[in-house]
């Protein structure tokens, strides 16, 4: 294992940054193939950027590994590949320009926002509420001119780099507590982030989920070490304020109820120390509390902190709006059997249904609901990671976190929090709300593994994996025979 995240050598750096550049080659090649020349060009010096930012990040960190920048590398081409063929099949294929997509799912309504406001050839876009993707797509328009490949290198390179500061979070709120490296930690969170497929897919499109996890990667650094209590002064203290702010903004800026995930993890970073902690989380309150009145305020597209405060808490005062986006389609027809009218139900009621919805959102998404059994489609989709990872932070709240000695404090509560309360909001019908908190339950996760070297929590985990594996294994099988009757 020392071999693996021991510092890369400087013999070392360069074999990977050969292999890059030969990688990188290929790539233009086969680009060149399907887009024009100069088109092709864009594409890849474009990504080529996206992937250089986070990899200039990692290098620069003393968690950096060879392991670590492997990894990344593997990950960003992967990536690369996927995002490069969502544009060709958004242009090429479909027979238009790289400045005229044509993008079916969400991403289609932001592309048309932001020309919206950056020429005005397209009418306003009325289902659009926030304007944070929009914006990030309208000031790359700004700078290098209108074109797909800029808000997708965008997201591209957020991603990307989502992951490391992950890694640097699951470094910082560790560290003490294991016999494990820093490196080690790094690597293993990366890598459990690189076999999330479909969280990781997310990001290769033009959705607001890239900013998402960029968002709660950096917000989650900073309340890692206010909730161990780090004395930070001067300019680390304005530097740490600033990453969250920018965090805070990304998310708030995309989706405003975000604004509520951030305020529980400041309470619960807080609760570990609050004595000493309150000033500072009390300040990030303060923070979040003016982000999130001026994200729905002033940089939505209509008044929605009324509606964000009172409609999403109680959701059957906007019930009938409630019905029609969320429990819809053949697929949940199942879980809309056994919640009814969910969303007409009385505040108790839901939150007595919590169980059940918690583990339909658990359960989601499967690979088969598409009818599409395509390997691109069942690796982007099929979320056996995301199953593991839950597994072993299921196995660490019943087994671990009741032990002083090996508890994470209360933080280690913030991703349950957020992940019921998408829940009760959605009826646990949407799973990709809780994407940005997958690397919340890695760090969990990691922790979990890290205790390998005790024989009795190994045993443990070993007898809880087998018992997990055979529940979860015919659970999926009861959905998928259910599911199958209604499509």
Not at 296 to 320: G, I, K, M, P
Not at 455 to 471: E, G, I, P, S
Request: glycine share 6%; aromatic share 14%.
């Amino acid at each position: 294992m020392e071999k693996i995240t021991a510092t890369p050598s400087p013999r070392l750096r360069r074999g990977l940054f050969l292999l890059e550049l030969l990688s990188l080659a290929v790539a233009a090649v086969l680009t060149w193939r399907y887009f024009a020349m100069p088109d092709a060009a864009r594409i890849v010096a474009a990504m080529a950027v996206g992937y250089a930012v986070p990899r200039a990040v990692l290098s620069r960190s003393r968690h950096c590994s060879t392991g670590s920048l492997v990894l990344l590398y593997v990950v960003g081409a992967g990536l690369m590949a996927f995002a490069v063929y969502n544009m060709w099949s958004w242009t090429v294929h479909a027979g238009r320009p790289l400045d005229a997509p044509h993008i079916l799912s969400d991403g289609g309504k932001y592309y048309k926002c932001a020309l919206h406001y950056y020429d005005g050839s397209v009418p306003p876009q009325r289902n659009v509420h926030y304007y944070g993707l929009p914006a990030m797509i309208y000031l790359t328009w700004k700078l290098l001119g209108v074109s797909l490949v800029w808000p997708m290198a965008v997201n591209y390179m957020l991603t990307l780099l989502s992951m490391v500061v992950f890694g640097f979070m699951a470094c910082r709120l560790l560290a003490g507590r294991l016999e494990s490296g820093g490196r080690q930690v790094m690597l293993l969170a990366m890598l459990l982030m690189a076999l999330s497929t479909y969280m990781l897919s997310q990001g290769a499109l033009l959705q607001k989920e890239a900013l998402n996890y960029m968002g709660m990667a950096m917000v989650g650094y900073v309340l890692s070490g206010l909730a161990r209590s780090e004395t930070l002064h001067g300019a680390k203290l304005w530097r740490e304020t600033l990453v969250f702010f920018l965090g805070a903004g990304m998310l708030i800026s995309t989706r405003g109820t975000m604004a509520y995930f951030v305020a529980a993890g400041i309470v619960l970073a807080v609760a570990h120390d609050w004595r000493r902690n309150w000033r500072r989380g009390a300040t990030l309150l303060l923070i979040t509390l003016v982000l999130f009145v001026l994200g729905t305020e002033v940089f939505a597209r209509e008044a929605y902190f009324y509606h964000q405060v009172r409609t999403l808490v109680n959701t059957t005062r906007s019930a009938d709006r409630m019905s029609e986006m969320y429990i819809v389609g053949p697929s949940q027809q199942p879980l809309r059997a056994v919640l009814g009218d969910y969303f007409y139900h009385p505040l108790w009621l839901k939150v007595l249904l919590t169980p059940v919805t918690a583990t339909a959102l658990y359960l989601v998404p499967f690979p088969w609901l598409r009818g599409d059994y395509s390997v691109l489609n069942i690796l982007s989709r099929t979320t056996c990671t995301w199953y593991a990872v839950g597994g072993l932070s299921l196995f660490y709240f019943l087994f671990m976190s009741w032990r002083r000695s090996r508890s994470l404090g209360w933080l280690a509560l913030w991703p349950v929090a957020c992940f019921l309360a998408v829940a009760y909001a959605t009826g646990g019908s949407v799973a990709r709300y809780t994407l940005p908190l997958q690397p919340l339950f890695v760090v969990i996760a990691v922790y979990v593994l890290c205790q390998w070297r005790d024989k009795k929590m190994r045993h443990a985990l070993c007898t809880f994996a087998a018992v997990y594996a055979l529940v979860l294994a015919v659970t999926l099988c009861v959905c998928h025979y259910v599911q199958m009757q209604y499509m």
